[in-house]
């Protein structure tokens, strides 16, 4: 079936806009994580969401961050008053509970540039 | 907290030999699996393999194999007979099990290249 699919590919934006980064799970997994991976930092969990519990926010490196999943498909992740340190790709990964496996597949990411 | 580290920032490999990656981690927990990607420059991350800590057989996957001690914590990545199409960032992962998800823990990566 269909793997884990994101938008946009790439993102250029200027310091101090809004931007959405959208992520499509695979159908069926009950759980999705974004991830941040830049060249300072390696790959950085921001927040996830399992099922219908509140998402575990820990993540996430400032209020800037915000993310949504609406009817336990789509997730959209907002950054606001973007800064150029958020430059970085923005990777997605969904799954299945533990008990069913639990590995996590990742979509392609966006790349996102801070002017 | 659980920590990942993967002491070998670049390595290379001459097409049809073997190469180890080597990855060690911390953590207090019993009960996770620990797993590799690979990221090729498209980006992707892609699951090369997976082990279960409860399981003390070592994964295979075809040319990709692990040497998994629980005990030492390490969790080391062999790929026999290296194709071209091996070249990429190999990340170890750490994942803690509980009742529910939760987030994988990565090491910094190591940078393969097979040199033909």
């Known amino acids: 079936g269909a793997g884990v699919s994101q938008s946009p590919s790439n993102k250029v934006t200027e310091k101090g806009k809004d931007v959405e980064l959208r992520c499509d799970p695979i159908s069926g997994h009950t759980a999705l994580y974004w991830y941040r991976q830049s060249l300072g930092q390696g790959l950085e969990f921001l927040i996830y969401?399992?099922?219908?519990?509140?998402?575990?926010k820990s993540g996430l490196p400032s209020d800037r961050f915000s993310a949504e999943r609406t009817g336990g498909s789509v997730s959209t992740l907002t950054i606001q008053r973007t800064q150029q340190e958020d430059s970085a790709v923005y990777l997605c990964?969904?799954?299945?509970?533990?008990?069913?496996?639990?590995?996590?597949?990742f979509g392609p990411g966006t790349r996102l540039l801070v002017l | 907290a659980q920590t990942v580290t993967q002491s070998q920032p670049e390595m290379s490999v001459q097409e049809a030999e073997t190469v180890t990656l080597s990855c060690t981690y911390d953590?207090?927990?019993?009960?996770?699996?620990l797993f590799w990607y690979k990221q090729p420059p498209s980006r992707q991350m892609i699951l090369v393999i997976r082990q279960e800590a409860y399981k003390q057989q070592n994964a295979t996957e075809n040319r990709f194999s692990v040497n998994f001690q629980k005990a030492a914590k390490s969790f080391s990545l062999k790929i026999s007979d290296s194709q071209l199409g091996d070249t990429a960032m190999y990340f170890c992962a750490f994942m803690r099990l509980n009742s529910g998800n939760t987030p994988l823990v990565f090491g910094k990566g190591t940078r393969l290249s097979v040199i033909a």
């Open positions: 990964a969904s799954s299945l509970p533990p008990v069913q496996g639990g590995t996590q597949y």
């Open positions: 969401f399992q099922g219908n519990s509140a998402p575990d």
């Open positions: 953590t207090s927990e019993n009960n996770y699996y």
